[in-house]
């Protein structure tokens, strides 16, 4: 008896012991991190400086993959690749800041993703859809009193009534703003569930506050039934990676070129051009290099999103979880040679496009093509991990 009672007293002390320990453990992760966010890049830009800037936002990177479970060489890598491609993106889309501004804007999108729990992608794209929607997250707090993620209809509405005013208070481009508005109208179809019917109506309801006019009869989509997936196919091995089909404008240096690849893909296939305003979400064609002559269904990865979950007919949204831990039958036993998959981040912003190839049977995995996209173009599976995406059936 005295020895069970000593026994208790000894485990009892021990998950004390452990219990503390696991509590200091986590409110010293909890206070380290605390130490790298809300970080101000100061003025003062020598050696020093730049290198206290930079272990800050590698030490974001590093919390933002905990869940990721790497092992001490993929983190490094993967952090190399996030500050790589945030670089790429930062660069390209703001030339004109200088070192300090930049620094700070690469660590405010960081910091975003993190607080957001939202994961890394490494490629410009998905920097882009971040810095876009927290760009306007923010815009509509302070100008509207409007929660993005809480009032997706209001703020589609709110953001199409007021184009001007937000590429005025923001700096994004027209095009980027419309790319989340037809972002909004995908999120609200899929979470409510729409019908097709639902869906021309909200199509409509868009393409008429965009100032896209269109007749009832212009906005019915014919589904997919003319569709080739072998010559579409064909066509994406002939002109994956880094090839460029001259005969097609190349979107690389402006945001991608994933979108504008895969509709000639589908092109390729016998897809029909549909005819409209270059921003009518019903509209679809390629018709010659100038920006006015290209649909922006045709190049933007939104509005590809948009266009395609309306004129599919079918489609499924697949979650982050679900590609990761149950990839067979969530993904590969759904989908179909020919058939065009958009990535989508945590905030249901599309940021990329990609063509399914060969279907592996061995493997249980597709390869795919795509533009704007150093990954392994040999594994879906491994393109996909971890990450939303939606699936046309086409």
């Keep these: 008896m005295i020895g069970e009672n000593i026994m208790k007293k000894i485990l009892g002390l021990v998950f004390a012991i452990m219990f503390i320990f696991t509590t200091t453990s986590f409110a010293s992760n909890e206070y380290e991190i605390e130490e790298y966010l809300n970080f101000d890049v100061v003025e003062n830009?020598?050696?020093?400086?730049?290198?206290?800037?930079?272990?800050?936002?590698?030490?974001?990177?590093?919390?933002?993959?905990q869940s990721e479970d790497l092992n001490e060489e993929d983190k490094k890598i993967k952090i190399?690749?996030?500050?790589?491609?945030?670089?790429?993106?930062?660069?390209?889309?703001?030339?004109?800041?200088?070192?300090?501004?930049?620094?700070?804007?690469?660590?405010?999108?960081?910091?975003?993703?993190y607080e957001n729990n939202m994961g890394h992608d490494p490629m410009p794209q998905y920097y882009q859809s971040v810095d876009s929607y927290m760009k306007v997250e923010q815009y509509l707090l302070k100008y509207a009193n409007i929660n993005i993620d809480d009032m997706k209809e209001k703020s589609m509405n709110y953001l199409a009534s007021n184009i001007e005013d937000v590429v005025k208070k923001t700096g994004m481009g027209e095009f980027q703003v419309k790319e989340i508005i037809a972002s909004l109208a995908s999120n609200i179809s899929t979470e409510d569930?729409?019908?097709?019917?639902?869906?021309?109506?909200?199509?409509?309801?868009?393409?008429?506050?965009?100032?896209?006019?269109?007749?009832?009869?212009?906005?019915?989509?014919?589904?997919?039934?003319?569709?080739?997936?072998?010559?579409?196919?064909?066509?994406a091995i002939k002109w994956d990676g880094s090839k460029r089909n001259p005969n097609y404008r190349d979107f690389s240096g402006s945001g991608g070129d994933c979108a504008n690849?895969?509709?000639?893909?589908?092109?390729?296939?016998?897809?029909?051009?549909?005819?409209?305003?270059?921003?009518?979400?019903?509209?679809?064609?390629?018709?010659?290099?100038?920006?006015?002559?290209?649909?922006?269904?045709?190049?933007?990865?939104?509005?590809?999103?948009?266009?395609?979950?309306?004129?599919?007919?079918?489609?499924?949204?697949?979650?982050?979880?679900?590609t990761k831990s149950n990839f067979k039958k969530a993904v590969y036993d759904k989908?179909?040679?020919?058939?065009?998959?958009?990535?989508?981040?945590?905030?249901?912003?599309?940021?990329h496009t990609i063509f399914v190839n060969k279907r592996n049977t061995s493997k249980s995995d597709f390869s795919y093509?795509?533009?704007?996209?150093?990954?392994?173009?040999?594994?879906?599976?491994?393109r996909v991990s971890g990450i939303r995406i939606y699936i046309y059936y086409l």
């Design 193 to 235: 569930n729409y019908n097709d019917e639902q869906n021309l109506k909200l199509m409509k309801s868009i393409n008429e506050k965009l100032g896209e006019f269109i007749k009832d009869d212009e906005i019915s989509l014919t589904k997919a039934i003319e569709y080739n997936e072998s010559k579409a196919m064909a066509y």
């Design 261 to 322: 690849f895969v509709s000639q893909c589908l092109r390729a296939g016998g897809m029909k051009f549909k005819d409209g305003k270059v921003d009518n979400t019903s509209a679809w064609y390629y018709k010659g290099y100038n920006l006015n002559q290209i649909s922006s269904t045709w190049r933007g990865a939104n509005m590809f999103r948009w266009h395609w979950q309306v004129r599919a007919g079918k489609f499924t949204d697949v979650s982050a979880s679900q």
């Design 45 to 65: 830009n020598n050696e020093n400086e730049k290198i206290k800037i930079n272990e800050q936002q590698e030490k974001i990177i590093d919390f933002s993959i």
């Design 335 to 351: 989908t179909y040679q020919g058939d065009a998959i958009s990535l989508v981040n945590s905030k249901g912003v599309a940021y």
């Design 80 to 113: 190399t690749e996030v500050k790589k491609s945030l670089d790429e993106y930062i660069k390209e889309s703001y030339p004109d800041l200088n070192d300090i501004d930049q620094n700070q804007l690469k660590t405010d999108i960081l910091e975003y993703i």
């Design 369 to 382: 093509a795509a533009h704007s996209d150093s990954k392994n173009h040999n594994s879906l599976k491994g």
